[in-house]
């Protein structure tokens, strides 16, 4: 899994049937550590209801098609969990 922060959505009327009530979501990749941004933005299908500003965790490649009915939906990204808290513990 990896981490990102919603930063915006793509309103899209017309999309593949299997997307259909589906957000598409904006995310900034982040170190969930720093919280600093890391890469590229990116679209991912969202499967959570996440919103501008959550943390999410998402899936990308082949994974990312795993929380759909019969895996028929064409995703490179999907977010899969919103973070509400991040414990690290160092010693």
Known sequence: MFYARVI???VSTI???GLSGRKLQILQPVNL???KDTGAPLVA???TAAGIGDFV???DGLEATWPFEGNDVPSDATIVAIIENV???KR
Do not use: A, C, L, P
Request: aromatic residues 16%; hydrophobic residues 15%.
């Open 8 to 10: 915006g959505n793509i």
């Open 15 to 17: 999309k593949y049937k």
């Open 33 to 35: 550590s720093t919280r």
């Open 45 to 47: 299908v969202d499967t």
């Open 57 to 59: 965790g998402y899936e």
């Open 87 to 89: 414990n690290i513990y």
